[in-house]
């Protein structure tokens, strides 16, 4: 099993920046790829980003250029730099790890005022 915790939401201005960070614990050795997925309300959840275990990174391309995705081995963290934050980012974002099951995080609210 694998547990996973999002943290660093919050309420930006427009232009600014936030970052969110996911936590894992429990069989972390499983993990082949997290992702950064993304739900505003009456929408479907969408692909953000992702990196997988040899840092190959991955991105929607409506963050292309605006977002990183990273890891820290050592803090068995995964973060997202959001930079330029438009107002339609905001969404609740969540953390996704794949292993030998998919493991979802309870998500973090991230609000872009205009």
């Known amino acids: 099993q694998v547990q996973l915790v999002e943290s660093g939401g919050g309420l930006v201005q427009a232009g600014g920046s936030l970052r969110v960070s996911c936590a894992a614990s429990?069989?972390?050795?499983?993990?082949?790829?997290t992702a950064w997925f993304r739900q505003s309300p009456g929408e479907q959840r969408e692909f953000v980003a992702s990196?997988?275990?040899?840092?190959?990174?991955n991105y929607a391309d409506s963050v292309k250029g605006r977002f990183t995705i990273s890891r820290d081995n050592a803090k068995n963290t995964v973060a997202l730099q959001m930079n330029s934050l438009k107002p339609e980012d905001t969404a609740v974002y969540y953390c996704k790890a794949v292993g030998t099951q998919v493991y979802w995080g309870q998500g973090t609210q991230v609000t872009v005022s205009s």
């Open positions: 990196i997988n275990s040899g840092g190959l990174t």
């Open positions: 429990g069989n972390i050795f499983s993990i082949i790829y």
